[in-house]
């Protein structure tokens, strides 16, 4: 069975500081992958999305960025963090099959920026 | 624009009681439509899934119903337990390798004692 894994699951950053959070997903090959931030009582954002290993898509311009080193793996950095980059992530991979597109979430992380 | 637009934002009801929340979206063409639970803090679970062909669908005390034709969509939930408290997401997806599903806000439900 297919399971997606994130780390950390709690983060307290001061502003200016960098981030990297992490995504790993085990049990299927070549998979979708994606960002998403979700603020407080709010629906989610999407961030970033990849098909492929170095093939990142970009959906909204800010200081985040991100990365697929390997197949199965979907980082989320940022240089230096913002007030307004607090928030709940989550990391998500798509399954295709049968004409239907479902997409599974990891645990999520909570970001705080002080 | 694909949109995904979901009522009421919010819900309070009482222990055992039943609910319905509301999807109407503008996403065309479409492929199927899904409802998550999300628990707060937590990320999302797929509760049900559909596509254009299927009317409704039952995961238990949830059932959710389809009218592609007015692009609607609801999600009934019998019974209700406290457990239930969490928000609730509509997500469309269009066909043809369109990797980029559109989500409603969600509606936020709190079942009281």
């Known amino acids: 069975s297919q399971t997606i894994h994130q780390w950390p699951a709690t983060l307290v950053q001061p502003v200016g500081s960098p981030l990297s959070l992490e995504c790993t997903v085990e049990?299927?090959?070549?998979?979708?992958l994606y960002w998403y931030r979700q603020a407080a009582g709010r629906g989610l954002q999407l961030l970033f999305y990849?098909?492929?290993?170095?093939?990142i898509s970009s959906e909204v311009p800010q200081n985040l960025s991100a990365s697929r080193p390997q197949d199965r793996q979907f980082i989320l950095s940022s240089k230096k963090l913002l007030l307004s980059d607090s928030g709940f992530y989550l990391c998500?991979?798509?399954?295709?099959?049968?004409?239907?597109?479902?997409?599974?979430f990891g645990p999520g992380t909570r970001l705080t920026v002080t | 624009k694909n949109q995904v637009e979901q009522s009421p934002q919010s819900l309070i009801i009482l222990e055992g009681k039943n609910c319905t929340l509301q999807c109407n979206y503008t996403v065309s063409p479409f492929s199927n439509l899904r409802w998550y639970k999300q628990d707060t803090g937590r990320g999302p679970v797929s509760l049900t899934i559909m596509t254009f062909s299927e009317n409704t669908k039952s995961n238990g005390r949830y059932t959710a119903t389809l009218d592609a034709d007015t692009k609607q969509s609801s999600l009934h939930i019998t019974a209700s337990q406290l457990s239930d408290s969490a928000s609730y997401i509509c997500?469309?997806?269009?066909?043809?390798?369109?990797?980029?599903?559109?989500f409603g806000r969600g509606t936020s439900l709190i079942v009281h004692p």
């Open positions: 998500a991979w798509m399954r295709y099959g049968q004409g239907i597109y479902e997409q599974y």
């Open positions: 049990g299927t090959s070549n998979p979708n």
């Open positions: 997500v469309v997806s269009a066909p043809g390798g369109s990797y980029i599903p559109t």
């Open positions: 990849s098909v492929g290993i170095g093939q």
